[in-house]
């Protein structure tokens, strides 16, 4: 079984990312984590069937949890004049 992340997941496209994972679930064998910054914006994932995981650029120590076991990635950002 793989295992994709997908970050920005209470956002417009990475809620559509995980929405279109959930559908096909079945059909790929896929486990799939969506991350979150706020736990506050995470209802309209949470019925979906993801994995929860706490997700913050300025946290290193929830990058170390979100990204255990993950074969892929789905990096969504927004901008932000500080990144890197």
């Known amino acids: 079984m793989r295992t994709i992340l997908v970050t920005g997941a209470t956002g417009t496209v990475g809620s559509e990312v995980v929405k279109q994972l959930s559908v096909h679930d079945e059909d790929r064998n896929v486990r799939f984590i969506a991350a979150?910054?706020?736990?506050?914006?995470?209802?309209?994932?949470?019925?979906?069937?993801?994995?929860?995981?706490?997700?913050?650029y300025?946290?290193?120590?929830?990058?170390?949890?979100?990204?255990?076991?993950?074969?892929?990635?789905?990096?969504?950002?927004?901008?932000?004049?500080?990144?890197?």
């Open 36 to 56: 979150f910054r706020s736990i506050n914006k995470t209802a309209k994932i949470k019925g979906i069937g993801a994995e929860l995981a706490e997700l913050d």
């Open 58 to 84: 300025n946290k290193p120590e929830t990058l170390v949890t979100a990204f255990k076991g993950v074969d892929k990635l789905f990096l969504n950002t927004p901008y932000q004049p500080d990144m890197v």
